[in-house]
């Protein structure tokens, strides 16, 4: 019975390893590979902006693909509106990902860099 404890013990300490990290510890924690497509058309990587601007992108959506979800700093921005108001000066990456309709993320994805003045 203590040798079946250890072993499931190190199985947990493998798995908590793993998803500090941030690596994928299930590979259902992959991304789907679905034909999608992102392209963020405004602002450009590397632009100065105001700290309030307007985000386009374009999804071509794959088999899987239903909207899109976006990301600051890598923070999700549940029910993003479309434009960002108030934003500390600096850099700020943005990242424009994919996901279907059960929230999942398809493999398309685009980030970029802006600098706010």
Known sequence: MQMIGRI????????LVGALSGA???AAD??????SKIVITSPKDG????DSFELKYELTKGSEAAHAH?????QYQKGFPGS??????????????GANKDHKLVSA???ITVEVQ
């Open 8 to 15: 499931g013990i190190m199985g947990l300490g493998v798995a």
């Open 24 to 26: 994928p510890v299930f």
């Open 30 to 35: 992959a991304p789907i590979e679905d034909g």
């Open 47 to 50: 632009d100065k902006v105001a």
């Open 70 to 74: 976006v990301y600051l700093d890598t």
């Open 84 to 97: 960002f108001k108030s934003l500390s000066k600096g850099k700020h990456q943005i990242t424009v990902t």
């Open 109 to 111: 994805s685009q980030t």
